[in-house]
């Protein structure tokens, strides 16, 4: 008896969104039914087709989720029951995200290197239980047959992915540590730099959602991303906040067709997308015609910017290069951050995931899409509100099968401008 396939679909996009929201609550006994062998077995059953074949792909990734939930709940107790002590004006015991937030939101280089400072005492008790997901979910994935995850859900080797990876920290390395600007004191791991702190002129007066979309002509926001808008920490707010507005923008170009078609479990699509919005906020044009600085700052103000682009870059390289099997952490710590950190803090802060690898996939192929959209459109192509249907045209072709390695070595070429 063939399966109703349209109502599996149904049910996988249920289980999907749940897991989105709450990956450590979720009640796999409510979703049992798509997530395990016995479905696996019905769809092999079934006549070949794009759909069964994302089915196929989803309920194996649900199922690793249900095996491995139990890793993932201990893990999220322990985040919540970690602390550490902050030397500040006077020691503070914080928890892992205080830690996190006060280094982030720090006024000055001294506070954010005590915060800093913490991170490995408040890491200490991660390190086992992201261990133990990492495990179970490589363990699961390999009873299902399924060895690598990036070619079964991407289409390109874990390994390949890496190696990438590897090579953009090792050809970037010396770039961003001379585009960096030096600080008196400095900021532990160039968090002023990372953030954007120098990049402070023309942003709207308050960060929302709303202010960041009109900062986009022609950007139609209809609704907004879940939560809430980033706390403004420095430009790079602004620039994390356009990006939740793009990956949500490109998911509203999909296609009409099965939720499993039009979103793999690991999908590079939104965060390309993200990338090619984003990179605006690099161009002098945008800094001059959107934010109305004269032509040296928003020269100086877009560089920036492009700094810290270099730097986000590095940390999404170093979070796909150190997952992989036998990593020197320590020494990819330094080609990222600038200097050997404690391999307690680098190993589990900030802590990976197989979406790191559709992230980074998705930072490899972004350029070719901006190159496209500026000889189209121009420099200022965001100006142009009819630039949103290149660019979403653009964004849900294909991207080009040049080896990541070559895309890695394209992609460290272009920041080396940067350094100059």
């Known amino acids: 008896m063939s399966i109703d396939l349209a109502r599996l679909d149904r049910d996988v996009a249920t289980a999907a969104a749940a897991l989105r929201d709450a990956p450590g609550e979720i009640d796999w006994e409510d979703h049992r039914h798509v997530s395990g062998q016995r479905a696996l077995g019905e769809l092999a059953s079934e006549s070949p087709s794009l759909l069964r074949d994302a089915l196929a792909s989803w309920v194996a990734w649900l199922t690793a989720a249900r095996i491995s939930q139990p890793m993932v709940q201990r893990a999220i107790t322990a985040r919540a029951a970690s602390q550490a002590i902050v030397r500040v004006e006077t020691d503070v015991r914080r928890d892992l995200d205080a830690v996190i937030a006060g280094m982030i939101g720090a006024k000055n280089g001294a506070d954010a290197r005590a915060y800093f400072g913490a991170l490995p005492e408040a890491t200490d008790a991660l390190r086992e239980p992201e261990r133990s997901v990492r495990d179970v979910r490589e363990e699961a994935f390999r009873r299902l047959g399924i060895d690598d995850v990036g070619t079964r859900f991407m289409g390109v080797l874990r390994s390949d992915l890496a190696e990438a990876a590897r090579e953009l920290l090792m050809r970037t390395s010396d770039v961003a540590r001379s585009a960096v600007r030096a600080a008196d ?110 032509t040296g700052r928003a020269r100086d103000q877009s560089r920036e910017l492009r700094v810290a682009f270099l730097l986000d870059a590095q940390l999404a390289a170093f979070r796909v290069a150190a997952s992989a099997r036998g990593a020197d952490i320590e020494s990819l710590g330094a080609l990222a951050f600038g200097a050997p950190l404690d391999a307690r803090t680098t190993g589990v802060w900030p802590s990976s995931s197989d979406d790191d690898l559709a992230r980074f996939h998705a930072l490899l192929g972004a350029h070719d899409v901006i190159d496209a959209l500026r000889s189209r459109e121009g420099d200022d192509w965001f100006r142009n509100p009819r630039a949103w249907d290149t660019l979403r045209d653009l964004a849900l072709a294909p991207p080009n099968d040049t080896p990541v390695i070559d895309r890695a070595r394209s992609l460290a070429k272009r920041f080396e401008e940067v350094g100059s």
Do not use: C, K, Y
């Open 185 to 294: 004191p400095p900021w532990p791991i160039d968090l002023d730099a990372r953030l954007a702190h120098h990049a402070s002129e023309g942003w709207p007066s308050r960060l929302s959602w709303r202010n960041v979309a009109s900062l986009m002509p022609g950007l139609r926001l209809r609704g907004a991303p879940a939560g809430e808008p980033p706390i403004v920490v420095g430009a790079a707010s602004f620039v994390r906040a356009l990006v939740a507005i793009a990956e949500m923008v490109q998911r509203s170009w999909l296609p009409s067709a099965p939720f499993v078609v039009r979103e793999p479990p690991l999908n590079a699509s939104p965060h390309r997308t993200a990338f090619v919005v984003a990179a605006a906020l690099g161009e002098p044009a945008f800094h001059a015609r959107i934010l109305g600085l004269s």
